[in-house]
């Protein structure tokens, strides 16, 4: 792959707009330049979270995501272009499976946090969710594909899940929701 990016600025965007993989240039506070931006903090997000000391099996199943998200920022950024399909979604659905068969079956609410990975899995997790209203917002105007937007459930759900995994790896509790607990 040759170098795409000789220069860093190209000062194109000064006046509002952004370019789209086909080419074509939009306003950047379109819903579909919302969604790549949810998307890209999402990554950032996931990014903060391999930067912590992990499992060698988590920081691969993240680096995958991460990968996915660029691609369905890549797809998000061409329309007609499609990237993430069924088979990413099962993916995540395993890796989901696999995490939570480990896991003790949830009596109670728990809040985010426990470990800082664990908390920062939250933390993406709500990014994610983020992600995921911002997508469906798009649906209403452009063609988002049903891949994308099961994927993106699917993730924050496996994010939810990675969290408990990463408390109980680190042999740390679940946070209970204790309901109207007072100081």
């Known amino acids: 792959m040759g170098h795409r990016l000789s220069r860093i600025y190209t000062r ?3 006046r509002g707009t952004t370019g789209l993989g086909d080419g074509s240039r939009i306003a950047k506070d379109t819903q579909v330049v919302e969604a790549m931006g949810e998307v890209d903090e999402l990554n950032s997000v996931l ?3 391999l930067a912590e000391d992990l499992p060698q099996t988590i920081t691969t199943v993240l680096i995958d995501i991460q990968h996915d998200l660029f691609d369905l920022g ?3 950024s061409t329309p007609g272009h499609r990237v993430i399909a069924a088979g990413d979604v099962e993916q995540l659905e395993q890796e989901l499976d696999a995490l939570n068969s480990e896991l003790s079956p949830l009596k109670e609410f728990i809040l985010p946090g426990g470990t800082r990975p664990a908390a920062l899995c939250h933390f993406a997790r709500t990014v994610c969710r983020r992600a995921e209203r911002r997508l469906v917002r798009l649906q209403h ?5 049903e891949f994308a937007l099961r ?3 699917r993730l924050s759900d496996l994010l939810f899940v990675l969290a408990r995994s990463l408390n109980k790896m680190a042999g740390h509790d679940d946070v209970l929701w204790q309901p109207n607990r007072k100081g």
Do not use: C, F, R, W
């Not at 105007?141 to 594909?145: C, F, K, L, Q």
């Open 12 to 14: 194109t965007g000064d």
């Open 47 to 49: 990014g903060l979270l």
């Open 74 to 76: 890549a797809e998000l």
């Open 141 to 145: 105007e452009a063609d988002v594909s």
């Open 151 to 153: 994927y993106i459930n």
